[in-house]
């Protein structure tokens, strides 16, 4: 940013970001005419400079030479963590001041609405590998402030796997691919990440929260975000109270079933990444509640657990989780590398009013994260990169280096100074950054803290929070995780591990893999330990089916009153619809009219594409359906995947074929009839009820469905 160029101190989102694109001198504008980058013109962009049509290529081709040499050199380095994600732009305000607790800006005001840039990521994949895998997700935001950058850099699960930073790399070089052969990619199955955890006790907590349905989200818009460590909020008084930040989504936290996941990483590797762009461009814009769970000092001494240790959770049952403000995302990037890949996030980036605490984690990321853009994005000029410039002026007397942008004028950079009237000089403390003066004393040490060595009480609190499915889908991800690894005493040692936590999720695991107990007596965490209702994915929500998408399989002859009426309803609560038929084009009803658009074929878009299934009724409709093998296994597989899914008339014949209906057997739950068919209201209003519950997870215990 040009820093003779001050911002107005009230600017909207939009403002701002328009007031960014002007001060971008790079920015592109589209020209009519292709030049060099110097500024030539190019009569030729399809042949290079030759001695004769059949000659040999010269050398003195600059054009050329420079268009491949800008070329090569067009990939940087990966991200060494969490090198998959995506972005959106968007706006944050807070519902009413914060002064009481914190002295930032931007948490004062009700009327600021600060711009930020949200950038989700998966962590163990390379920028190539799919979206739906496993793992962890990073939920990094970075507040355009107008008291500087603030980043909150998150994560989708509120423990982590360490307890101190210098066991990181350890940790990342154990859960990537391996060095020997570079597999698997974007996955933790594998014998050296489950070997690093079965001798890092720690860990226990983080991978009950990675074992669950947490590491497959639906979609980035339906998971929650956590700051993981206690920070310090500080206000004017400077007085400090500690926060643990949370992003809660109005969408409801909701994850995809395994199978789906994993068929996904082939049908769609890009679906949370098209999940997010397709949103913001149909104006559906994702919303998250900020919340805090504020801890004065003396309150901190009352827990049983350590609030410097990121491997625990304050229940919000024991601190409830005040929500304070609200993040819309509501305008996709650009230019992915300029804005997603160039982003540059940092948890020391803070502004006055938030503080760092003793966390050995969180004190270790305050260093790297500096150094590592220094190596991806090339020298320490990487603030000036648009996407990372703050948008309040920025004085100081740093410069040179490699990718400077800026033109300084005048002889002096350095301060104090005389000769260019002392500017710039220091801010005054109540608009500068003052450190927490918190009183530090002690013995050099390399230790960690007795307080932190409870490693089970709080992972056998997350199993004993999750309800039956919950609890079942961990069992299965253990199982297949453990079940790739080929060395059975990792296995072994995991299981072990397992008993500590609970000795039935010990015993189911171990089943699946054809291990004995080794006669271990049981958990050694408290047994007294109480769940935390608030853990649970269940019902969250609040039954609303915004953006949620129904396929409406159909052919010639449906019964168009009857799918319009299903797919009015469905919109009207907010949901997206597509037709499936066996071809593209238009779709005749039964009652003739001009032709229904056809959005896709199951071959374009399979049933793990969506949320639910409507077969409308029309017996022509049928029987080109029936003829069908992918449309098919749609319905299996959605009934597999335990998707609501709803049939009228001749369409419930479709769910026969597939065995999800059965004559004399009342319909699975999740599954809707409307044997008439035709404009069934009341059909449409229990379906709208049925995605609301998102998936019918119990259905899989009942009735299998080969898909
Ligand atoms: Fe990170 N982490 N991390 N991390 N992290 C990075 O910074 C690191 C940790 C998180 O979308 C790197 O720019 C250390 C916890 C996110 O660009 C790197 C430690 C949490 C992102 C780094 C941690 C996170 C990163 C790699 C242990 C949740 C992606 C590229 C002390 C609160 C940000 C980069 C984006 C990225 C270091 C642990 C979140 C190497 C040393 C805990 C969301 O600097």
Redesign the pocket.
Known sequence: MNSSKPQDADVTPIQAVSKVAELEPNREAPAAMLTTNQGVGIVDNQNTLKAGTRGPSLLEDFIYREKITHFDHERIPE????AR?H?AHGYFQVYESLAPYTRAHFLQDPAVRTPVFV???TVQGSRGSADTVRDVR???TKFYTQEGIFDL???NIPV?F?QD?IK?PDLVHALKPEPHNEVPQGSTAHDTFWDYISVTPESAHMIMWAMSDRAIPRSNRMMEG????TFRLVNAEGVSTFVKFHWKPLLGIHGLSWDEAQTLAGRDPDFHRRDLWEAIETGNYPEWELGLQLITEEDMDKLDFDLLD?TKIIPEEIIPVKRVGKMVLNRNPDYFFGETEQ?????GHVVPGIDFTNDP??Q??L???T???LL?LGGPNFHQIPINRPINPVYNNQRDGFHQHRIYTGRVAYEPNTLAGGLPKEAPPERGFVTYPDAESGPKLRDRSHTFMDHYTQARMFWLSMTQPEQDHIVEAFSFELGRVETVTVRARIVTMLQQVDATLAQRVADNLGLALEGQPGPTASTEVMPSPALSMIGTGNGTIRTRKVAILAADGVDVDGLKAMKEGLEAAGALTKIISVRLGGLVGAQGGPGLPIDATPKTMPSVMFDAVFVPCGPDSLEVLKANGDMLHFVMEAYKHCKPIAAAGYGVDLLRMTGVVQDGVPPQDGVLLAEKGGADKALAQQFVQAIGMHRFWMRADKMQIPA
């Open positions: 991200r060494v963590v969490h994600g972005g950038r989700f990521s990073g939920f990094a850099v998150a994560n982590f360490i930073a990181f956590f700051g993981v460590h990121s982003v540059a996030f940092h948890i984690l969180l270790g990321r260093f790297s994260y150094d590592t853009q991806r």
